[in-house]
């Protein structure tokens, strides 16, 4: 790992979905500077995004050669992103991981494995201790290699600059796919959900399914909240789409409660990290 410094991060997809969503509808208002920097990094994303570029951070981060920690180790690293959506608040995101895991303990005590993926869901923000750019680390996430949607946000008019929108291979519904080719089939974009799906699958973490499809998809919301790539889905995936939207309810709405203890809240979580992912990761 590199010196780990404090990182302001804004949560882009927080801010477009979340309870607060209705106050930057105005995204061209030039008063409200936190809305004006979720435009203007969904722009650099919607147009750097490209079959090309994703395949290059595949290249780039598959490797996994970049970090050996725990996962408490990495949570621990997340101490060190502040969210700066909230004026009000300096909340770490280690503190919106331990939130959303007991937002899902308390409605189901019967999931540990469940519990365990809303503490792990953000953990590829990692990746912003190497120097990547805020866009290709969060925000919303889509299929490449195809036409944009026009629920994605900011809509079709924001890729205007994307050089595949150029390219007949991928600038049609469908693009280099075929319909019904099913969720596991999409090339995503590039992005923290990505990342730690393919981190948890390298190191051979026995989450189940259910748990790797949450954490892949869980900013993909022109799917799981506006019903957008549904000729790309197989039958199977509205089991994924079911577990999807179940989670979100505890990602979005858990940063405003009262802060968990985390310190207490470690031993129960440590019993988790040891059944599912135990020992050093590679990320």
Not at 86 to 110: C, G, M, S, W, Y
Not at 174 to 179: F, P, Q, R, T, V
Not at 237 to 253: G, I, M, P, R, S
Request: charged residues 25%; proline residues 6%.
């Amino acid at each position: 790992m590199p010196p780990v410094t404090p990182i302001y991060m804004v949560d882009l997809s927080e801010i477009v979905h979340g309870p607060e969503k209705d106050t930057f509808r105005q995204y061209g208002d030039e008063e409200n500077p936190i809305a004006q920097r979720v435009r203007r990094t969904y722009f650099e994303m919607h147009k750097r995004q490209t079959v090309e570029y994703v395949l290059g951070q595949h290249n780039k981060w598959l490797k996994f050669d970049k970090a050996e920690l725990t996962i408490m180790e990495a949570l621990e690293v997340l101490n060190n992103i502040i969210d700066e959506s909230d004026p009000d608040t300096d909340l770490p995101n280690i503190v919106h991981a331990f939130q959303t895991a007991e937002r899902i303990r308390e409605k189901h005590p019967d999931k540990p494995w469940f519990q365990l993926t809303g503490l792990l869901h953000d953990l590829g923000k990692i990746m912003a201790f190497f120097n990547e750019p805020h866009w290709a680390v969060c925000g919303d996430t889509f299929p490449v290699g195809c036409l944009p949607d026009r629920n994605i946000v900011f809509g079709v008019e924001s890729f205007s600059e994307n050089p595949d929108l150029s390219n007949p291979a991928f600038n049609t519904q469908l693009g280099m796919y075929s319909e019904n080719c099913g969720l596991d089939n999409l090339l995503m974009s590039w992005g923290h959900d990505e990342y730690m799906y393919q981190v948890l699958k390298y190191n051979q973490c026995i989450l189940p399914k259910e748990a790797l499809d949450i954490i892949r998809f869980h900013s993909f919301y022109p799917w799981h909240d506006s019903n957008a790539y549904q000729f790309l889905m197989r039958e199977e995936d509205a089991e994924t789409l079911k577990w999807v939207k179940e989670f979100n309810q505890f990602d979005l709405y858990s940063k405003s409660e009262v802060v968990p203890d985390i310190e207490s809240l470690k031993i129960y979580y440590q019993q988790l990290i040891d059944i599912y992912c135990p020992g050093k990761i590679k990320f």
